[in-house]
């Protein structure tokens, strides 16, 4: 009986970390990397693309001063591009060759600290006061 209870509510903690939960930017900012990429893995593909759209959006805005318009032009193109299929299973195959692209030609213009930073989760995060 302590094992099916045990695995009951194994199983039960299974499903309920399995269920994508909302996040904002901000809060997402105050995990640890290691918690940010732990969080990314469960939101919903709405929400991944909300959180990295807003991480590039805020680093745009804090750097924009320093950029060429090419560049200010290629970061709006990212923000552009990242939407809720681009992290859907069903979808993302179809994104997966335009961001290649996409990718190349934003390297040429930004260092890879750069794109680092405004791009993924793992840069630092830009809080807005």
Same mark, same amino acid.
């Given at each position: 009986?302590?094992?099916?209870?045990?695995?009951?509510?194994?199983?039960?903690?299974?499903?309920?970390?399995?269920?994508?939960?909302?996040?904002d930017? %901000?809060?997402?900012?105050?995990?640890?990397?290691?918690?940010?990429?732990?969080?990314?893995?469960?939101v919903?593909?709405?929400?991944?693309?909300?959180?990295?759209?807003?991480?590039?959006?805020?680093?745009? %805005?804090?750097?924009?001063?320093?950029?060429?318009?090419?560049?200010?032009a290629?970061?709006?193109?990212?923000?552009?591009?990242?939407?809720? %299929?681009?992290?859907?299973?069903?979808?993302?195959?179809?994104?997966?060759?335009?961001?290649?692209?996409?990718?190349?030609?934003?390297?040429?213009?930004?260092?890879y600290?750069?794109?680092?930073?405004?791009?993924?989760?793992?840069g630092?995060?830009v809080?807005?006061?």
């Amino acid at each position: 009986m302590h094992r099916i209870l045990v695995s009951v509510v194994t199983l039960m903690s299974i499903v309920v970390s399995a269920q994508p939960v909302s996040i904002d930017y %901000d809060t997402f900012c105050a995990q640890n990397e290691q918690e940010r990429i732990r969080t990314f893995n469960v939101v919903s593909a709405e929400t991944r693309a909300e959180l990295i759209r807003t991480r590039i959006t805020r680093w745009l %805005d804090a750097n924009s001063a320093r950029l060429s318009l090419e560049q200010v032009a290629m970061i709006r193109e990212n923000i552009a591009f990242v939407t809720a %299929d681009a992290y859907r299973e069903e979808t993302r195959s179809a994104f997966q060759a335009r961001a290649k692209e996409l990718e190349q030609r934003t390297a040429a213009l930004f260092t890879y600290e750069e794109m680092r930073q405004a791009l993924t989760i793992h840069g630092d995060c830009v809080v807005v006061k």
